[in-house]
């Protein structure tokens, strides 16, 4: 998936044929109960507030917003019509009550949501955006992060710093580059940007994703002893 292909619009007639599930990726329910099954056993609460950073039309959301109380679902995504489908998707499951906030943003500005949160997640956004776009939301999801709140985000890894050649990624056959969407980055590279947004970066690994994404978990760097 491309970033452009990501942000074209659909129509109310292709999100009702369900084509938004396709364009975030499809693996529409593997992927949804991945990212509770892994969240919940990270100690994701009900009463949690959670920033979904690139929801889409909320393969995962759904998952959250039944799991967490009333209003404490927060999802941002760039693409108007993925949010669209995702309301859609919350009518269908007859979840509007649980009152979730969905905000149609390009830049990330999570403090729009004059909140808090507990936790933050973005599954299949890093692997598209170049460094310096991981170093903006990085930023943003700083500044919104109570104290011990935890980013949790996907990356398609290299095996090292500027690693210029096309990397195949097993399962899954994706390939990915270092400067072509989509993006691969080396664990010192993660650690990097981390810093200079003023957070550690920590790796999770392998987390059951069926296309190799791997996980790492950023927040405040410990107070130096």
């Given at each position: 998936?491309k970033?452009?292909?990501y942000?074209?619009q659909?129509?109310?007639?292709?999100?009702?044929?369900?084509?938004?599930?396709?364009?975030?990726?499809g693996?529409?329910?593997?992927?949804g109960?991945?990212?509770?099954?892994y969240l919940r056993?990270?100690?994701?609460?009900a009463?949690?507030?959670?920033?979904?950073?690139g929801?889409?039309?909320?393969?995962?959301?759904?998952?959250?917003?039944?799991?967490?109380?009333p209003?404490?679902y927060?999802?941002?995504?760039?693409?108007?019509?993925?949010?669209?489908?995702?309301?859609?998707?919350?009518?269908?499951?007859?979840?509007e009550?649980?009152?979730?906030?969905?905000?149609?943003?390009?830049?990330?500005?999570?403090?729009?949501?004059?909140m808090q949160?507990?936790?933050a997640?973005?599954?299949?956004?890093?692997?598209?955006?170049?460094?310096?776009?991981?170093?903006?939301?990085l930023v943003?999801?700083r500044r919104?992060?109570?104290?011990?709140?935890c980013?949790?985000?996907?990356?398609?890894?290299?095996?090292?710093?500027?690693?210029?050649?096309?990397?195949?990624?097993s399962?899954?056959?994706?390939?990915?580059?270092?400067?072509?969407?989509?993006?691969?980055?080396?664990?010192?590279?993660i650690r990097w940007?981390?810093?200079?947004?003023?957070l550690q970066?920590?790796?999770?690994?392998?987390?059951?994703?069926?296309?190799?994404?791997?996980?790492?978990?950023f927040?405040?760097?410990?107070?130096?002893?």
């Amino acid at each position: 998936m491309k970033i452009n292909d990501y942000e074209r619009q659909l129509g109310p007639a292709e999100i009702a044929a369900g084509e938004h599930r396709e364009l975030v990726g499809g693996l529409w329910e593997e992927l949804g109960a991945l990212q509770i099954g892994y969240l919940r056993a990270q100690g994701l609460r009900a009463d949690h507030h959670l920033v979904d950073v690139g929801c889409g039309a909320l393969r995962g959301g759904i998952h959250f917003i039944q799991y967490l109380d009333p209003g404490h679902y927060h999802g941002i995504d760039i693409n108007a019509s993925l949010i669209d489908a995702g309301k859609r998707e919350l009518a269908q499951l007859g979840l509007e009550w649980k009152a979730p906030r969905l905000l149609v943003n390009d830049a990330f500005e999570l403090h729009r949501f004059d909140m808090q949160f507990d936790v933050a997640i973005a599954t299949s956004v890093f692997t598209h955006l170049p460094l310096n776009h991981i170093l903006r939301c990085l930023v943003e999801v700083r500044r919104v992060l109570r104290p011990g709140g935890c980013f949790h985000a996907t990356f398609f890894e290299a095996p090292g710093p500027a690693h210029l050649d096309p990397l195949p990624h097993s399962p899954g056959g994706i390939v990915t580059y270092l400067d072509a969407d989509p993006y691969h980055y080396g664990a010192d590279e993660i650690r990097w940007v981390a810093g200079n947004a003023g957070l550690q970066a920590q790796r999770v690994g392998a987390w059951g994703h069926p296309r190799d994404q791997q996980m790492w978990v950023f927040s405040d760097p410990a107070p130096a002893q």
